[in-house]
């Protein structure tokens, strides 16, 4: 294994960040920087043995300063939506900024971990960067101090492995994820819709015209959310349906089979023919195929437009604070939070 640092650039407030790139010993990659702990790209072989970037980013730390679609972002302190932008903990109700809508909470706010500098430990052994960062009680609104850090692992089975795991000093909710946008023909290619995905999901959670989970589970059978069998995106993402009318497309949390660290998910590149599997500790998986992606200029010049990536964001349930038939994403004070998630890179 080997990790090298470089220069990425600066921020508005005069930080230097710092791009990791770890390189596994078959030639593939991936890049992480200090800001935001994002990634800002994985690198891996196709099916004629060339090298792609497969994750949709930027080039330059402006554009991450601003970054509307979440590229490679770390989420924290809760991903996905908070109805109502409140929940009650504890018998007292914490309130945070509605930056949805005017109504709702999404990703925590403007103020989320994706915009900060991470104390960074890059690790040669093991192919790792580990970041941390404390985040103060009252962050965001959600109450107690929680330190947290986030690890990327780079194996030799070109794996990727994000490892989160921190401490409260309160009682309070965390429910991390990553924002990472893929095209598993590289990114800059075009539309993923002839990607070919399948979901170890026998439901999913239907939302209201606001994206906020209706508080149960609906079984995928028989509607354009099975993907229990592979299929490509495209082929029933045109489908008369209240639930992709809602959301503009596939935009939805998945119910995932099993429990513990199990597979979950696989996409794989109709031109490229590089499969990616996804495994996770989490309940959850939300499925968006990139239907609101509009012109943001990425890597390379490329202009990105709707549905050029894909992301499989793990999770609990979105407005899980708030839902009673949802498993409760709390920490307590003193418990230790930890979830893992993996991206493995193959070809078909």
């Not at 109504?103 to 430990?121: C, Q």
């Not at 890597?299 to 038939?325: C, I, L, R, W």
């Given at each position: 294994?080997?990790?090298?640092?470089?220069?990425?650039?600066?921020?508005?407030?005069?930080?230097?960040?710092?791009?990791?790139?770890?390189?596994n010993?078959?030639?593939?990659?991936?890049?992480?920087?200090?800001?935001?702990?994002?990634?800002?790209?994985?690198?891996?072989?196709?099916?004629?043995?060339?090298f792609?970037?497969?994750?949709?980013?930027?080039d330059?730390?402006?554009?991450?300063?601003?970054?509307?679609?979440?590229?490679?972002?770390?989420?924290?302190?809760?991903?996905?939506?908070?109805?109502?932008?409140?929940?009650?903990?504890?018998?007292?109700?914490?309130?945070?900024?509605?930056?949805?809508?005017?109504?709702?909470?999404?990703?925590?706010?403007?103020?989320?971990?994706e915009?900060?500098?991470?104390?960074?430990?890059?690790?040669?052994?093991?192919g790792?960067?580990?970041?941390?960062?404390?985040?103060?009680?009252?962050?965001?609104g959600?109450?107690?101090?929680?330190?947290?850090?986030?690890?990327?692992?780079?194996?030799e089975?070109?794996?990727?492995?994000?490892?989160?795991?921190?401490k409260?000093?309160?009682d309070?909710?965390?429910?991390?994820?990553?924002?990472?946008?893929?095209n598993?023909?590289?990114?800059?290619?075009?539309?993923?819709?002839?990607?070919t995905?399948?979901?170890?999901?026998?439901?999913?959670?239907?939302?209201?015209?606001?994206?906020?989970p209706?508080?149960?589970?609906d079984?995928?059978?028989?509607?354009?959310?099975?993907?229990?069998?592979?299929?490509?995106?495209?082929?029933?993402?045109?489908?008369?349906d209240?639930?992709?009318?809602?959301?503009?497309?596939?935009?939805?949390?998945?119910?995932?089979?099993?429990?513990?660290?199990?597979?979950?998910?696989?996409?794989?590149?109709?031109?490229?023919?590089?499969?990616?599997?996804?495994?996770?500790?989490?309940?959850?998986?939300?499925?968006y195929?990139?239907?609101?992606?509009?012109?943001?200029?990425?890597?390379?010049?490329?202009?990105?437009?709707?549905?050029?990536?894909?992301?499989?964001?793990?999770?609990?349930?979105?407005?899980?604070?708030?839902?009673?038939?949802?498993?409760?994403?709390?920490?307590?004070?003193?418990?230790?939070?930890?979830?893992?998630?993996?991206?493995?890179?193959s070809?078909?």
């Amino acid at each position: 294994m080997k990790i090298t640092k470089a220069d990425f650039g600066t921020t508005k407030k005069g930080e230097k960040v710092t791009a990791y790139t770890v390189t596994n010993g078959k030639g593939a990659s991936m890049t992480v920087l200090d800001f935001g702990a994002i990634m800002q790209s994985i690198v891996v072989p196709d099916k004629k043995g060339e090298f792609v970037d497969v994750v949709l980013g930027y080039d330059n730390v402006p554009a991450y300063e601003d970054n509307p679609p979440h590229f490679g972002a770390t989420i924290g302190r809760n991903g996905n939506r908070i109805g109502g932008a409140s929940f009650m903990l504890n018998g007292k109700t914490y309130t945070l900024v509605k930056n949805e809508r005017d109504k709702n909470n999404l990703h925590s706010g403007p103020d989320g971990y994706e915009f900060r500098m991470w104390d960074a430990v890059p690790n040669e052994k093991n192919g790792s960067v580990s970041f941390t960062l404390t985040s103060p009680d009252g962050d965001q609104g959600f109450p107690g101090t929680f330190r947290v850090t986030v690890t990327y692992m780079l194996t030799e089975m070109n794996k990727v492995k994000i490892h989160y795991e921190g401490k409260s000093d309160k009682d309070t909710m965390v429910n991390m994820t990553n924002h990472t946008y893929f095209n598993l023909n590289g990114e800059g290619s075009g539309k993923i819709m002839e990607h070919t995905v399948k979901i170890a999901a026998t439901g999913y959670t239907p939302v209201d015209e606001e994206s906020i989970p209706y508080g149960r589970t609906d079984k995928v059978e028989g509607t354009p959310f099975d993907f229990r069998n592979p299929k490509t995106i495209a082929q029933d993402a045109g489908a008369e349906d209240e639930q992709l009318a809602h959301t503009g497309g596939y935009d939805h949390n998945f119910a995932l089979d099993g429990s513990g660290l199990r597979n979950v998910a696989w996409a794989t590149g109709d031109k490229t023919g590089i499969t990616m599997t996804v495994m996770t500790d989490q309940p959850g998986m939300q499925f968006y195929a990139g239907n609101f992606i509009f012109g943001p200029v990425g890597k390379k010049g490329h202009t990105y437009g709707a549905h050029d990536g894909f992301a499989m964001e793990t999770q609990h349930f979105p407005d899980s604070v708030n839902q009673k038939a949802f498993a409760t994403p709390l920490l307590k004070a003193g418990e230790v939070y930890s979830t893992t998630t993996c991206y493995t890179f193959s070809i078909l």
